[in-house]
């Protein structure tokens, strides 16, 4: 196993204002910061610009020290002095920083120079900081503290779910290889399995939850909201749109989409010869194919990935060795490992670390891929010299995501002669552009679970199993749960976002149109789609969601229309893919 060692990594960019010794855990350290720039008199508006790069020094910090243990608490999920430093910072450093955050907010939206800096630049930092001091209020600080233990405890118990399988204990990352296995009763055992362990849980993730629902509602209260969804809105910066909006989209996909994803799988239930479709049934190749295995080890995933980046851009390719020279790659499943994937900016070295579950599938090949966008991201805004507020995590996650999405579909059109053959490659493509499409449901279905949850805070367990179900069969593929209807009720508790990063979730399927436009552009003329990706890429999140599309030649656009559009644009693409498929069987 790598172990991740921060120590290692070249800090190329100085700081400026912070002493170089400084330690982001001494909050001793970190409160002498605070104070100097809120005492700061500022006479100017150059004086003002300055204020701010110094201001966001220290977020860069604070923020890098908060992912590092966050890398080391996911990694390591059985490290007791791991879970420790990780919440220790979060009791003891992030509340007080954030009061003091809250502090510096108020001193800029009071100061007469804000006026005259620059629009074109500084607008978003304007907002952001107008929207913080409006949201800010001292009681919160306990709860979202609380809120951050208890999305730990998430981790804790699901990093320590195995399974014992057929003589092997097994993670519930390796398990889904079963899935996607011939062999149906095979499948069906593995699926029962899973479940079944995680059944075990279900009621430990149901008071976990319950808890983070009550949290939430009482942080949204707090700040003058009706419930929790509103309060997520304006915190994550949802100028552009509304929960309205949102509703619609999900009927767009409804009419679109979902009618595509049953088609695809009963086509699939007829070719596998079954009368119903069973959820150990939605991962199986539709023609009854053993699995693609792309690769035997994580250094196989990383050189197939580099060659296909190579295939992109050199440029590229060379930023995601540099993530495999400084190890900055954890990629491999195991026990003790929290579930998921991410990547997680450390903001003052300016470098990306990524982290996933890879067991050999063909979807860990995407995965990297996806992730290797958000990489990317890091590694253009690094170079632009923009300040950390449009850096990481303040990234809007709706732009954010087509940085990732893009170079699942653009990377997939190199994986002939790196993972597979040509028919292996129409193969895995015809089967990724498949999951997409399905995908788009599951998000709708997500957000909508959500929307209610918050909107209806004093919901009993029974209400949200029987609310889940129903948006499930809504946006689903039609799978049967007879008989298992316990592990149907449960099956959000699968979905992380619900508890580490709520109503993160919807900027999936807004990203995701973007990145099949970019992808289209790529078939066309991949230089011009290319130049455009990381054009955009390099504004960070300097500039309005709709202008962040616009700089990557995207039409800000959810509605049916545009969503008909994409979705018929897919149903082509895979008609020529099953149609190629044929022509290579002949």
């Known amino acids: 196993m790598l172990v991740f060692d921060y120590a290692r990594l070249p800090h190329e960019f100085r700081r400026k204002f912070l002493p170089a010794h400084l330690a982001p855990s001494d909050w001793g350290q970190l409160e002498k910061a605070f104070t100097s720039l809120e005492n700061r008199e500022i006479r100017s508006r150059k004086e003002l610009e300055e204020w701010l790069g110094d201001e966001s020094e220290l977020s860069a910090a604070i923020f890098e020290e908060s992912a590092v243990r966050y890398v080391r608490m996911t990694t390591q999920t059985g490290n007791k002095d791991y879970e420790k430093e990780y919440l220790d910072f979060v009791e003891n450093v992030q509340p007080k920083a954030k009061e003091r955050e809250f502090l510096l907010d108020r001193k800029y939206v009071g100061c007469r120079f804000r006026s005259e800096l620059r629009k074109d630049y500084y607008y978003v930092i304007d907002r952001r900081k107008e929207n913080n001091v409006s949201l800010f209020r001292n009681e919160n600080v306990e709860l979202e503290k609380q809120d951050a233990k208890l999305g730990q405890q998430y981790y804790k118990v699901t990093g320590a779910m195995t399974v014992q399988f057929e003589g092997q204990e097994r993670t519930m990352q390796y398990m889904r290889r079963y899935l996607e296995e011939p062999d149906r009763g095979l499948r069906q055992r593995a699926w029962e399995a899973s479940e079944g362990r995680r059944l075990r849980d279900r009621a430990k993730l149901d008071q976990v939850f319950d808890d983070l629902v009550r949290v939430r509602h009482r942080i949204a209260v707090n700040a003058g909201f009706e419930n929790y969804r509103d309060y997520a809105f304006r915190k994550k910066e949802r100028f552009e749109y509304t929960p309205e909006d949102a509703f619609r989209f999900h009927d767009a996909v409804e009419g679109s989409f979902v009618p595509l994803a049953r088609e695809i799988y009963e086509k699939a239930k007829e070719r596998l010869g079954i009368d119903t479709l069973r959820p150990w049934d939605v991962f199986a190749d539709p023609e009854g194919k053993r699995p693609l295995l792309p690769f035997n080890s994580a250094e196989d995933l990383v050189r197939g990935c580099i060659q296909i980046h190579e295939s992109v851009s050199p440029d590229l390719a060379n930023q995601f060795k540099r993530l495999r020279d400084l190890n900055l790659l954890d990629l491999e499943s195991r026990p003790g490992k929290a579930p998921g994937g991410y990547n997680y900016e450390l903001s003052e070295v300016r470098l990306p670390f990524i982290f996933t579950n890879a067991v050999g599938r063909d979807d860990d090949v995407y995965t990297l891929l996806h992730e290797s966008g958000h990489a990317f991201h890091t590694f253009a805004t690094r170079e632009a010299g923009l300040l950390f507020d449009y850096r990481g995590e303040s990234i809007p996650s709706e732009f954010a995501e087509v940085a990732s999405t893009a170079m699942e579909f653009i990377g997939g059109e190199h994986l002939s002669g790196v993972f597979y053959d040509e028919g292996d490659a129409t193969r895995s493509m015809r089967s990724h552009l498949s999951d997409m499409v399905r995908l788009m449901g599951w998000v709708a279905t997500i957000d909508s679970f959500q ?136």
Not at 528 to 548: C, F, N, Q, T
């Open 451 to 586: 929307q209610w949850v918050y909107t209806h805070p004093d919901h009993s367990r029974d209400e949200r199993s029987e609310f889940w179900v129903g948006v499930q069969e809504r946006y689903g593929v039609g799978e049967s749960w007879e008989g298992y209807e316990e592990a149907g009720e449960s099956y959000w508790q699968r979905q992380l976002h619900l508890f580490e990063v709520p109503f993160y979730y919807i900027e999936y399927n807004i990203a995701a149109l973007g990145a099949i436009n970019l992808w289209l552009r790529y078939r066309k003329d991949p230089k011009d789609a290319v130049e455009a990706y990381r054009g955009s890429l390099s504004l960070g999140g300097s500039k309005p969601i709709p202008e962040l599309f616009e700089a990557a030649g995207i039409p800000w656009d959810f509605g049916k229309g545009m969503v008909e559009r994409y979705a018929n644009e897919l149903r082509r693409i895979l008609t020529s893919l099953e149609e190629a498929k044929v022509s290579m069987k002949g």
